[in-house]
């Protein structure tokens, strides 16, 4: 386990329309120590998709914060996007790995099992995310994930991003050995904005146990 403190990996909300979530984000990526981005909901073609992801690399690249489009890499490489990040441990992550690896990031989540993980690990994935949906649509227990994210952490050296569905899953993970932390939708949701939510979850990675 690291000594270092996690870093922060921010996902947006589902994206369909970029209105005024810039705005949301600037403001969260100036309240912490946040290393990635990652977009969804964005669709998956044309024109439009492009200029929503070119539109939110604008806010995350200048700060040195890597944009990670989940779905397939064609994508996330036209628009300008530092990598993709990919549901399973199966073909398309192989697919998305051959295409864009080294050059670009490559992430695997909706990995269920263990032996998942590992596969996705040895197919040369620059991360593991643990703790999203897998296939089936299920999400692991706050007692389940630092249970998977331990025993990773102890084992393997592919860094794993932890997802924290709430404030107080922050610390817990950080204390299992996450490399970075997931802040989900709860961000973008809290009734003092973002940026509070960002501060708080930053204030609660400086308090990690060692």
């Not at 199966?90 to 992430?107: F, H, N, W």
């Not at 990995?111 to 949906?133: C, K, P, V």
């Not at 996450?178 to 930053?202: E, K, N, Q, Y």
Request: hydrophobic share 50%; charged share 25%.
């Amino acid at each position: 386990m690291s000594d270092k403190n996690p870093r922060l990996y921010l996902v947006t909300p589902l994206l369909d329309d970029i209105g005024t979530f810039p705005t949301a984000l600037a403001a969260a990526l100036g309240a912490g120590d946040v290393a990635s981005l990652l977009m969804r909901g964005v669709p998956q073609g044309g024109a439009e998709a492009e200029r929503i992801i070119r539109a939110i690399a604008a806010s995350t690249q200048p700060r040195g914060v890597a944009l990670l489009v989940e779905g397939p890499p064609d994508l996330a490489l036209r628009a300008g996007a530092d990598g993709a990040h990919i549901a399973g441990s199966g073909d398309a992550l192989a697919a998305a790995i051959e295409k864009l690896s080294p050059d670009y990031i490559v992430g695997a989540g909706a990995l269920a099992t263990r032996d998942d993980a590992m596969r996705a690990g040895e197919a040369g994935a620059d991360y593991l995310l643990f703790g999203d949906e897998d296939a089936g649509g299920e999400s692991p227990s706050l007692e389940r994930l630092v249970e998977r994210v331990g025993w990773w952490t102890e084992i393997f050296v592919t860094p794993c991003v932890a997802l924290a569905r709430t404030l107080d899953d922050v610390g817990p993970l950080a204390r299992a050995g996450a490399d970075f932390i997931m802040l989900g939708d709860f961000v973008w949701r809290d009734p003092r904005g973002p940026a509070a939510a960002v501060a708080d979850a930053a204030m609660r990675l400086g308090e990690k146990v060692r």
